[in-house]
Structures are given as C-alpha cells and as structure tokens.
C-alpha cells in the first residue's frame, strides 16, 4: 500500500525543463537512488528520442525503471506502481533516499491516488482484437465497444485504437466494462490519497514561467537530436519488422512523427516542426497534470537559480522531516 511506503522525495516537470541536471545535482549532495517516472525510458534501444540520460549520468547514481523493456512489450501504469512501490522500499532500506524524477504524470498520479484493480493485459486477447480491427477497421471497434461500454466510448475517438482495443480487452476478459472499474476505483482512490498525504513524500515541480523560455528548449533538444542520428535510431527500430504504430513505445512522441514521415504520410521536410509542435503539445499536458497536484511545491524552471532552488527546497524538506 501507498500508506506504508518509506519517505520519497519526487521531481516533476514538463519536457525540457532541466529534471536530470537537477536530480543529478541533488544526488551529488545526498545519498540517493533515482526512479525513472518515464513511460519512453523504459524501453531499450529508443535513446536519443527519448532524451534518455548518458553513459555518465546513468553511472554517477545509481538508476532504475530505465531498459527495462522491448519496445515491442507494454509497460503499464499498474505495473510502474507495483515496481516503484518495491523500489522505494528496498532503496530506503540500504539507508538511501528514493529519488522519483520524470514527466510522466499519469505513473505520478497512480502512485501518489492509487489505481484501479482491472485485469492485466491479456496478448491473445490483443490479437485477436487486432485481427478484428485488421479486417473491419477501428470505427466499427468503436461501435462495437458503445455497445458493451457506452461510458468509454462516448470519451474515446473512433480512431484510438490503443485506448479502443484496452476497453474492449477488459470487458472481453472479465465481462465488465471499463467504466466499472474506474468507478469502483474511485473510492478507493480519495481514500488512498487522503492517507497518503500525511508526510510520506514531497513533490517539487519545475515549471517555467515563460511558455517561450520551454518552446525554445524544446526545439533545440529536437535539433540537436536530429544531429545526433535520431533518424537511424527509428530506422533501426522499423527494420527489426515486428514495430509498429499501434504500440505505445511508436506512439511515443517524436518517434511517432518520425515512423509516421518515413511511411510516407507527409514530407520530410516536416518532421522537424511536426516533432517540435507535438513535443510542445506534450509539454501542455504535462503542466496541466502538475497543476491539478495541489501539494506540490514549485520552482521557476527558467530561473537562473532553479539548482539552486531546487537544492535549497530539498534541504528544507529533509531538515523538517528530521526535525523533533
């Protein structure tokens, strides 16, 4: 359970807003281990698009939840809840301070409220709705999931096929519909929250207070990761022919533009400001989560002295927490 977790200390922001330079810098001053709060990090062979931390970094401080999957395999939210909850167990256990760094709201979300106890993916159920979809097309998946599940269809595009094929997944496998779990959840979630805002973490979130001060690192991230062989990297994952768009790991932002570029879909030419919009479009998202977390604390991210911010507020935490 949440409630029972050792003390963690978490660092949220939208893309591009300096988190590894300050997790880094925070793990030079206290003896810590960082937890990958990253739904891309996860999965091997995608690093320069995912921004993925260097040889050096990954060596400075011990790292986890980062290659921990092909990019042809899921990694759920569930499953991130479960691996950090062991995580932060085992890392305050060895005398440490667990370290919770990434972007990834939705994983920050299930951890700190809880989640619903719906059934786990199921690959032969895939497959078969994949098949289905294959030969009648996502649209007519949509109407057949109105049908069984008229709550999630009505909030779900015709054309999402990911989020489609998972309701229809756990109605075929358990006879409910989605919309069952998410409301059962729900009580367990407001009670899980309540206790679980009683000391057990602090969240420091860095925000920009300049839309355009994170717009501008964002479009120098993508160039610069276009100079850094991005394109090979995608073209090496397409070549090993069993990836496509459908899954969460193509879906990710960035390598979707790309993959979707190289299938012909638009010219080249328009990747790079497809990419950027879209990883601007990320970035939005992200710091609307952040700002429904009433309990975090914030730091100006464009601030000359955000380090140094984020390294005071750090202190300020573990010394209230030492306090008699």
Same mark, same amino acid.
């Given at each position: ?12 922001? #939208? ?7 300050? =997790? ?40 986890? &939840?980062?290659?921990?999957?092909? #990019? ?19 890392? +305050? ?5 667990? &370290? &919770?760094?990434? @972007? ?26 994949? +098949? ?34 998972? =309701? ?14 998410? +409301? ?7 009670? %899980? ?43 090496? *994952?397409?070549?090993? @022919?069993? &990836?496509? *768009? ?15 570029? *190289?299938?012909?879909?638009? #010219? ?13 479009? *990320? =970035? ?15 730091? %100006? ?24």
């Amino acid at each position: 359970m949440n409630t029972a977790l050792p003390f963690h200390l978490c660092l949220a922001g #939208p893309t591009a807003s300096g988190k590894t330079a300050a =997790a880094l810098a925070i793990a030079q001053q206290r003896p810590c281990e960082i937890i990958s709060v990253d739904s891309a990090l996860v999965f091997r062979g995608m690093d320069i698009g995912t921004a993925k931390p260097s040889a050096e970094e990954l060596a400075a401080v011990p790292h986890h &939840l980062i290659d921990i999957r092909d #990019p042809l395999n899921a990694y759920s939210a569930a499953e991130f809840v479960r691996d950090a909850q062991t995580l932060i167990a085992d890392i +305050a256990a060895r005398g440490k301070l667990p &370290l &919770l760094v990434g @972007g990834t709201m939705l994983y920050f979300k299930a951890l700190f409220d809880g989640i619903d106890d719906m059934p786990a993916a199921n690959p032969e159920v895939r497959a078969a709705l994949d +098949a289905e979809a294959a030969e009648k097309g996502w649209p007519a998946m949509h109407a057949e999931l109105a049908q069984v599940d008229p709550i999630t269809a009505a909030r779900l595009a015709p054309a999402d096929s990911q989020r489609i094929q998972r =309701a229809l997944e756990v109605y075929r496998i358990s006879g409910l519909p989605l919309s069952h779990f998410h +409301a059962a959840g729900a009580a367990i979630k407001t009670e %899980a929250a309540g206790a679980y805002s009683t000391g057990a973490r602090a969240l420091i979130s860095l925000e920009p207070t300049d839309r355009a001060w994170l717009h501008a690192r964002i479009a120098q991230r993508f160039d610069a990761m276009l100079a850094q062989g991005f394109m090979n990297e995608v073209q090496a *994952l397409r070549a090993r @022919g069993d &990836l496509h *768009l459908d899954l969460p790991s193509v879906r990710c932002v960035g390598y979707r533009q790309a993959w979707e570029a *190289l299938d012909g879909l638009w #010219p080249m030419a328009e990747l790079r400001d497809k990419g950027v919009f879209a990883t601007r479009q *990320l =970035a939005k998202r992200q710091i609307t989560w952040l700002r429904s977390m009433p309990q975090r604390q914030v730091v %100006a991210a464009d601030a000359p002295d955000a380090l140094a911010q984020v390294l005071m507020l750090v202190d300020s935490v573990l010394a209230k927490r030492s306090a008699p």
